[in-house]
């Protein structure tokens, strides 16, 4: 017995143990680059959500002005992101890495930006003389200072998403980076919704009664608006300054790029991958935008603006309940599965909001004595939308640098800053649409910026704010879910040899010395 004891206890020990990864992070670094995410969002989510209640409610512009305005500066990024990418691919590493110190060197500027997007020109004297919206030098200062905030928000979100890829090479620790990454911006962007809508708006003297209940009407402040973008402006600088002392380069990267960009933009116009993930991107981040569109909605339908507080919490809830059980579940199921079978969820649940919001029958057996969609239904219908949506939000950045490991794979090039900047510029294609067509949508229901600033539920106008929130989404989460179904190809079956032939590459690089050294930082 005793020899069969000993014999067990030697076969145990001899077996192997499971190697660990060299680039294997924790949650220490993981939340150093959340902090990061959470920067990016007080500035993302502030202009994304109230820069145009500050332009037709604050500046009055005209809502068809402001969505060709929305159209004008962003073919600017046609341009723009593109450089951006190319000229930090082909950028020498710095002692502090490649990507890392743009966090530093980009922050004030951006804060700055934010800044002035919400300075209330209209409010100052020039010479006895004030901007009045016909004069044109209110939608000319607009165009300037968003171009410039445009521009800022490129030069640092590029290099900051393609430090996820050279953080780590770890596919769980990209997988924690993305979730971390997404808990930094349902920090970020939970800071500025939650108190926005408590801080940015004022009575106005008016009161609207619905049913039997009296609520006073808000009005977007312009002070109050600016005071509120100074507070995010400086917030953001913190937080990435933060983000950069808790961040570490590990994957080395070249000084000089010998990355034939033809190969590589070549390439991703042939991937099935990239294509997919790019049109996802455009989708996912136009419905992020949009959804600040809903401001409008509890502004002038619900006459409530402190809806839009719960409407927050009812989005992030979800993901807050299921962060934590992330990594393991795409241990086991695998990005695209969890994605593409749960973002039926969203979808479904988008299609039956737009039927029922804008059903009259629907409205009065659920709500007849107020005879608008009860707000109630409404917060649960975004929980529900949240819950679907949660891992394809939870994941997607993991996603991307997955497909630039696959072009890698397929092409023998690598290029983070270079397809991370046409995937930005996809997202930001999706915002531009989603801006102008929300834009668009505005003048079609008859939205004045003076009137609506001042009222609350207005007659017709009102029902076609309801109809945009609702059918707008419908369209989108049911795209998301067809793309990560059935046109993302990568499963985690597919990645496993993917995964395996970059870590190959890396130790062939690194025994050859093709990789420099990067300087230590003094």
Known sequence: MAKKKNDAETAQTAMPAEKEHPNKIGIKEASGYMLGDAANLFNLTYISSYLKVFMTDVFKLDAMKVGIMFIVTRLWDCINDPLWGVYVERKKPRPGGKYRPYLKTVCVPLGIATVLCFVPWNQFSFGGRTFSPDSGWLLLISYVSYIFYGMMYTGMNIPFGSLASVITDDPKGRTLLSTFRSIGSGVGGGIVSLLAPLLIFIKTGETYTIGNKTQFVKMADGNRMFFFALAMGILSIVFYLWSYRSTKERVESAPESKVDFKVVYGGMLKSRPFITVALAGLLISGQLQFNSYNTYLYKNYFVNTNLSIIGTICNYLPMVVLILFMPKLVEKFGKKELCGNTSVIAAAT??????????????????????????????????LIGFGYTFVSLTCWAVVMDVIDYQEYKTGQRSESAIYAVYTFSRKLGQTIADASGMFLLKWAHYDGTEMARKGFVPGVSEKLMFICTIIPAIVYTGVWLLMKFGYPLTKEKLEPIYAFVREKRSEDELEGVAPEIIPEQ
């Open 350 to 383: 988008a299609v039956l909001l737009a039927i029922g919001a804008n059903s009259e029958k629907f409205i009065n057996l659920v709500n007849p004595s107020k005879g608008i969609f009860p707000s109630w239904l409404f917060m649960t219908a975004l929980m």
